[in-house]
């Protein structure tokens, strides 16, 4: 198994044991749902809710190293812990609380990424959701990526839309919905 593999694996054991609510996401997904691409890290959904953060962060800190100074810190202030494991990879856990982050956690599947390697990951719709609404050229280029290799007519395109929406609207940039839909159109013609 690969090393992002193995720790992926790692990771989700490591929750589990604590009856911790997470799942995959991020470009270790991408590598599942869309064009396989090179990725340094895995990252996590991990559900902490809003309050008890503390208790996910410094259980995480007695496994893993920060890659900060003051990883807790900014964990707690940026919802967003950042971890090395000892083998020099990146760990980025998002300490999700919205309705939108319960939503991935409890629509994600266990996929068999590699023989013998099952890993709890979000679906295909949701890391459309998430990386539109990240909007790097890196995340549209990943965007593309699941629609062609998933398909677009097999995608629960209603879906995306509804919680997609809200997501632009709070950030106050419409145009990432829009643009979504011009790039489904792109591709379906």
Not at 90 to 114: C, Q
Not at 120 to 138: H, P, Q, S, W, Y
Request: include cysteine; aromatic fraction near 8%; charged fraction near 25%.
């Amino acid at each position: 198994m690969s090393e992002l593999s193995l720790l992926a694996v790692e990771l989700g054991d490591f929750c589990s044991k604590r009856g911790w609510r997470f799942c995959v996401i991020g470009g270790f997904a991408v590598q599942h749902w869309g064009e396989p691409r090179m990725t340094m890290d895995v990252d996590l959904s991990l559900l902490t809710g809003f309050g008890e953060e503390e208790i996910f962060v410094d259980e995480l800190l007695l496994h893993y190293a920060g890659r900060l100074p003051d990883a807790r810190n900014f964990a707690l202030q940026n919802r967003v812990l950042l971890l090395r494991h000892h083998s020099g990879v990146g760990i980025d856990i998002a300490l999700g609380a919205l309705p939108f982050e319960h939503s991935v956690v409890n629509r994600s599947k266990l996929v068999e990424v590699e023989t013998g390697c099952v890993v709890r990951i979000c679906t295909a719709e949701d890391l459309v959701v998430m990386k539109a609404f990240a909007n790097r050229v890196i995340d549209w280029h990943d965007v593309r990526g699941v629609i062609v290799r998933q398909g677009s007519a097999k995608m629960d395109w209603r879906y995306i839309q509804e919680e997609l929406a809200p997501l632009c609207e709070a950030k106050e940039e419409p145009e990432i919905l829009d643009r979504l839909i011009s790039l489904k159109r792109e591709l379906e013609a």
